[in-house]
């Protein structure tokens, strides 16, 4: 048996990570892009997404938890799969005087797209999101789909 190093966050350490340390993140000033960010930490801005192929189709979960199917923009244009989402929030405190004591904004976007295969039938597409995860089934053509073996005659 042997142990694993985690980083802290429940992630495994990249191997970058391993041979050259989170030091160089400021040497090469990693964070001039993504303020606050360290490298190995970037996978999480993006919801992770499962891709399943089976007999009759595709599917693709993406996790997506606290967001609502209002929250969700699926587009499909020229045989690319778009899946975005775009939430604001907005928290105030006023005083009295009408003032702010405590005013916060958060917002969270993301984007990611799939380019489907030729045997996808893109006109049958269906979504649904439940217990945080955006299902999204993506049917196959019907000449795509596998055939049963038939029996030849011989004459």
């Known amino acids: ?17 391993e041979v050259m340390g989170r030091d160089m993140d400021e040497f090469f000033n ?3 892009n993504w303020p606050g ?5 970037i996978g999480t801005l993006v919801p992770a997404v499962n891709i399943k192929e089976h007999s009759e189709g595709y599917q693709i979960d993406v996790a997506a938890p606290g967001l609502k ?6 587009s499909l244009h020229n045989g690319k799969l778009t ?3 775009q939430q604001q929030d907005q928290q105030e405190e ?4 009408g003032q702010y004591t405590k005013r916060e904004f958060s917002y969270h976007a993301f984007s990611r797209s799939f380019w489907l295969p030729d045997s996808c039938d893109q006109e049958q597409i269906q979504a649904r999101y439940e217990d945080g995860i955006l299902h999204i089934v993506l049917p196959k053509k019907e000449e795509a789909k596998p055939k049963a073996p038939t029996q030849i005659q011989i004459n």
Do not use: A, C
């Not at 199917?69 to 699926?74: G, I, Q, R, S, T």
């Not at 006023?94 to 005087?97: S, T």
């Open 30 to 32: 990693f964070n001039r």
């Open 83 to 85: 899946v975005s989402t």
């Open 69 to 74: 199917k209002e929250h969700f923009n699926l």
């Open 1 to 17: 048996m042997s142990l694993v190093k985690f980083n802290g966050n429940g992630q495994l350490p990249s191997l970058l990570d």
């Open 37 to 41: 960010i360290t490298r190995s930490q």
């Open 94 to 97: 006023k005083n009295e005087q």
